[in-house]
């Protein structure tokens, strides 16, 4: 089982950037990694997904504005937010897919207008 720890979220004015880490408990090196958040009032949504071999998603609001990427030698996941928009506000997921699929605790972003 694969334990997933965030960090880096926090309360943060429109147009400013953070940068979340997940670290996860066990190798990534085969596992899909992403990032997903839930609004308030809404379903959790993917925000961007990176591969095993590199390939990178994201959901169209956040193109241009976020990077996802990762450190298989740290079991480490990255998630730089920037330009931040009120709209960004929720509780952002970590997970990990590879057979099963793990979720972190979730860390609360914060964007004030």
């Known amino acids: 089982q694969v334990q997933l720890v965030e960090s880096g979220g926090g309360l943060v004015q429109a147009g400013g950037s953070l940068r979340l880490s997940c670290v996860a408990s066990?190798?990534?090196?085969?596992?899909?990694m992403g990032w997903y958040r839930q609004a308030p009032g809404k379903q959790r949504e993917l925000v961007a997904l990176i591969t095993s071999g590199y390939s990178t998603t994201y959901v169209d609001s956040v193109k241009g504005r976020f990077t996802i990427s990762r450190d298989n030698a740290k079991n480490t996941v990255y998630l730089q937010m920037n330009t931040l928009k009120p709209e960004d506000t929720g509780v952002y997921y970590c997970?990990?897919?590879?057979?099963?699929?793990?979720w972190g605790q979730g860390t609360q972003v914060t964007v004030s207008s």
């Open positions: 997970y990990s897919s590879y057979f099963f699929a793990y």
């Open positions: 066990g190798s990534i090196r085969n596992n899909a």
